[in-house]
């Protein structure tokens, strides 16, 4: 990519994130009232369901925090309101968030009623990172010692991360889901330097090769969502489910790791493996990646299969800049181009802000919402940030040479 | 509706349901090997998943039970295979299905082991009320024994459907979905005979009464899915929510119900029901039935709303015809043919056989399937002949008049 071309696409992202992004989430998901954030928002923004989901307010406590270590020293004219949207959420789930044995429940009311039970450890990583950030943010301590009290315990439910919770019987047929391993490595990614060095890194590499040697199956060139513990993958929907966002996050948070670490043989291995993934996902007919497919293209057992979702373009936004930058490949900036043009024509709302969510095949609007029990100040704001910080760096070469 | 009109709907249903629909499912859904029926059927019967789930199952059984008790008086040369298919489920079942309790596992796999722990009390009712046709179809009287085991089983565990599985803090927000009432006027009626008339009465009125005290609500004009006790419904996605499929399979089970008992106000009532439903639930833009609504025209928490799906249309369709033959209502009856002009252009492949059962907000075809966890053999056939019922009597008219 050209240091132009990487700065045209900086300026985008930028005054998409600033101008369009940040505001809204500013704008319409703080409950000043209650504490905490509305995530079921419309597309101008009105709260259509008060109630507050764990994931999203972990996630959105972590990105205003997030916002405020990236840009505080930039932008020292917004921190403050980042800091206090931030904290919004960290003290509502301060006050409510906590099931009396210390597990996150999955649904509050407004008020902080509890509505869902702790069955899902994702709640617990998403608020142990968001609360990790708002310790970095705001320097409580409060924060820092709830968010490592957090990670302990999902460390004692990981065998059985559902608990009582818990439908399929294990032992007939033990599919272990990506989710898992790939939360792991970003937790680990994120939790450096609050976490004894050593254990972050045991948590990468533990991770990180659970994904080459059980998900990745060099054979087939296809990434599995769900393995069996030696790597094969039933005759099945749920053996044969591919989803092609979450392989390409889980790629780029370990084309990160093998980056920084100047890993090239992983490095050209990863991005290797991304071709595969987008290969098998984009949709040829319509354009766009979609949500699922079968390893057979056999039909999915669900029904949103063929739909375009924000996250997997941002997240493929993200693991194809990085390839770019890290190998200089012509291939993988074409790929970039493609899904950059597709996303950028579709999901950003240049009259309410933020991006749509969902659209169907065709890549029309199929839902209007901004946000809701699954779309969050999240994904959107991750990439953008992160790719910033990438072209940032691609622009400088030009700089440099 | 005319007799004529009458006599032509019933030539097209019974050349569907005898020449596309039951064959399909002799062909390919029989596990002859390990016994048991494969549900996850591609389009031209193709097995792509060889799991058992126990809905499909139980439906299965049923459907197969009373294709016996119906039509085999009248079409002895295909009784046999008819009674041999359902065996084949009924015994699979019995060999595999339950649990050390009793209750009934959610799914198997291939040979029988189990893959999903019993949460599902919607297995219990299909499985009970197959095994009772089954018993009807065979004599064999373990099954009624087992069939009016798994209903006394299903009343204990009411007050407490999902067990150990609940996720929901119930008393936080006690919303009580219309699935279970409507199943249980299903059951009352179908175990007629069985149960004594005056368990069977009772459950009838007490789940009738919940319908309309409590779902169904006049002043909005509406029939909400999940209520509070006292009928009113949040401002939440939940609370909102409207399954115009679901409120026409309550509504046509009750006017049967009316129909039988001569209840005239009742019938009136009931019909003017289903046009609240029929009018919030037809895509004025592209025709057919929308899957879920919500009641402010806030998007729903389901990706799938906007697709049109079988069973709606086979529910509606049962509907409308029902009505159209207790009132004479011409405004039912143009509701019946446009609901029936949309379903017959649309879902019955004329070459594969059976029906498709996910298209997309358009009509096309989303998914190509025939069957799969959630869809069997059970809403195409059971639509089928008992309009197939109505519309005998209905042209039956012509010979009396």
Redesign the interface.
């Known amino acids: 990519m050209t240091p132009q071309r990487a700065s045209e696409l900086k300026k985008e992202y930028e005054e998409d994130l600033f101008e369009r992004v940040i505001p809204f989430w500013e704008r319409h998901s703080l409950d000043r009232e209650q504490g905490g954030y509305f995530s079921?928002l419309?597309r101008d923004g009105t709260v259509?369901?008060?109630?507050k989901f764990a994931w999203m307010q972990g996630r959105e406590v972590w990105g205003f925090s997030r916002l405020c270590t990236l840009y505080g020293e930039r932008m020292p004219e917004r921190r403050p309101a980042w800091l206090d949207a931030a904290r919004l959420g960290a003290q509502f789930l301060r006050a409510h968030g906590r099931a009396p044995n210390g597990d996150w429940?999955?649904a509050l009311?407004r008020a902080g009623?509890?509505?869902?039970?702790p069955?899902n450890i994702f709640s617990d990583c998403f608020i142990s990172l968001g609360l990790a950030e708002y310790f970095r943010a705001s320097g409580e301590q409060w924060a820092l010692d709830t968010a490592l009290a957090t990670y302990r315990r999902i460390g004692e439910r990981l065998p059985r991360p559902k608990g009582?919770?818990?439908?399929?019987?294990g032992e007939?047929?033990p599919l272990a889901a990506m989710a898992l391993p790939m939360m792991q490595i970003w937790m680990a990614w994120e939790l450096r330097g609050l976490l004894p060095e050593s254990d972050a890194e045991h948590m990468i590499d533990e991770n990180v090769d659970r994904i080459f040697r059980l998900h990745v199956d060099r054979e087939l060139r296809t990434v599995f969502e769900r393995v069996l513990p030696d790597g094969s993958h039933p005759?099945?929907?749920d053996g044969r489910l591919l989803n092609p966002g979450h392989a390409l996050e889980v790629l780029w948070f370990i084309l990160r790791i093998a980056g920084e670490r100047g890993d090239r043989r992983m490095i050209d291995d990863i991005v290797d493996i991304m071709l595969w993934c987008i290969e098998r996902g984009w949709d040829e007919k319509y354009g766009g990646i979609f949500y699922y497919r079968?390893y057979?293209n056999?039909?999915t057992?669900k029904?949103?299969?063929?739909?375009k979702l924000w996250w997997v373009h941002a997240e493929a936004l993200c693991a194809f800049l990085l390839a770019t930058r890290l190998t200089g490949s012509a291939e993988h900036e074409r790929w970039f181009e493609r899904i950059h043009e597709y996303t950028f024509a579709r999901f950003p709302d240049r009259e309410h802000g933020e991006w749509y969510g969902?659209l169907?095949?065709r890549g029309e609007v199929?839902?209007?919402?901004k946000g809701?029990?699954w779309k969050g100040f999240f994904h959107v704001p991750r990439a953008l940030f992160t790719c910033i910080g990438w072209l940032s760096q691609m622009e400088g070469d030009h700089a440099a040479g």
Chains 1, 2 share one sequence.
């Not at 259509?48 to 109630?51: A, V």
């Not at 009623?113 to 039970?117: A, F, H, N, R, S």
């Open positions: 079921c419309e259509f369901d008060t109630d429940y999955f009311d009623k509890p509505l869902v039970e069955y009582a919770w818990t439908k399929q019987i007939n047929r005759e099945s929907m079968d057979r056999f039909p057992e029904l949103e299969s063929d739909m969902y169907d095949r199929s839902q209007t919402l809701g029990k």
